[in-house]
């Protein structure tokens, strides 16, 4: 199938000649000559105003379908930001509670130590003062 538009302007022949191409190039496509040879395109060019229902349907699904798609994705970029910033939140607040409970558990470990340390060293003090015999100098 040759298809041909002829112009008569110089600059403007070009373009047609390579509008030329490349439609040619399409319609020798194989994939696009099964595609013509279909019986559904074959009874859609016996019944032009068909065809061009089936057109216009086409044309005007387009743009709720890609609305709809467009949607879907910025939810589901949404969705996914959203997600990682409440992941991101509860990470923060459990590191943050963390880092209170290990400084809370530093400090009581280092009153606990000073509370035995001190302990040890009256008892101790104590022992030596009043029971002198059992320590061995």
Known sequence: MEVRV??????????WEGWNAVSN???NNPKVT???NSRAVQYLNGHPVLALAVMTFC???VVPVSL???????????????????EGS???????????ILSGVAFFSLVASAVVAAFYMVTSNILYYYYPHLTKS
């Open 6 to 15: 002829e112009m008569q302007a110089g600059s403007s022949n070009e373009m």
């Open 25 to 27: 190039q399409v319609y």
């Open 34 to 36: 099964v595609l013509m």
């Open 59 to 61: 044309a005007t699904a």
């Open 68 to 86: 709809f798609v467009l949607f879907a994705l910025v939810t589901l970029v949404m969705a996914v930001g959203a997600f990682l910033f409440f």
């Open 90 to 100: 509860l990470l923060f607040m459990g590191a943050l509670s963390l880092l209170c």
